[in-house]
């Protein structure tokens, strides 16, 4: 729990040190997702500049978040297909399998895809962050540690995913708020997550 508080609280000072950036890399974001092709490297670019603030990378400017996007292109689409496949077999799963067996089994199967669904989510959101950490940026790695971080770390994952929840949902009353300061926020807490977990594992021998 405290943990996962002190990650919370890293993004939210990050964001306000770094907040005419943060503004600028999720409008940004919105648009190029809006025109779909450009939307995958948008997030994966979005990470990065997360990654770089949290490192407290100085001389950031609004072309770097541009410059990431074009960088991050070919793994984008890359994440963006492997994202495209799995969202489509889960969401034909929860339509037509329960189709085929009892109402009651039913409700079971629908609510045994959704949960995977879910996971699945926090897996990327996850593996987005892993993404910047690792020395190459491989995305079946990101996605391997994305899964071992959330298998390991449960209630860490839970009490962050609750947290992030209700800072969106929060931010979706005032929606120029969430507009402004959502995307960057989702990414910024995740990176720290990544960060809060890796930190034992470099910390030098004593």
């Known amino acids: 729990m405290k943990n996962a508080l002190r990650v919370v609280r890293a993004a939210i000072v990050d964001l306000w040190d770094s907040v005419f ?13 809006l ?4 939307g995958p490297p948008a ?16 001389l950031l ?6 410059r990431a996007v074009w960088q991050r292109f070919g793994v984008g ?37 959704t949960m995977a669904l879910a996971l699945w989510i926090v897996v990327n959101w996850y593996a987005l962050a892993f993404l910047f950490q690792q020395k190459e940026a491989s995305l079946r790695q ?5 899964v071992v971080l959330l298998l390991q770390n449960p209630l860490f994952t839970l009490v962050l995913v609750v947290i992030t ?7 979706l009353v005032l929606v120029i708020v969430n507009l402004l300061f959502g995307p960057m926020l ?10 809060n977990r890796l930190e034992p594992l470099r910390a030098p021998p004593a």
Do not use: K
Not at 61 to 66: G, I, W
Not at 84 to 89: G, K
């Open 61 to 66: 400017e609004f072309r770097d978040y541009l």
């Open 186 to 195: 989702v990414a910024l807490i995740s990176t720290h997550a990544v960060l």
């Open 165 to 171: 929840a209700v800072l969106i949902g929060l931010s």
């Open 77 to 113: 689409w890359r994440w963006g297909a492997v994202n495209l496949l799995v969202v489509a077999v889960v969401l034909i799963d929860i339509r037509v399998v329960p189709r085929m067996v009892s109402p009651t089994v039913a409700v079971y199967l629908q609510l045994f895809f």
């Open 35 to 38: 025109l779909i092709i450009p």
């Open 142 to 146: 990101a996605l391997r540690n994305g």
């Open 21 to 33: 950036l943060v503004v600028f890399c999720s409008l940004v974001w919105l648009f190029l997702v």
């Open 43 to 58: 997030t994966l670019a979005l990470f990065d500049m997360a990654d770089r603030i949290a490192r407290r990378e100085h």
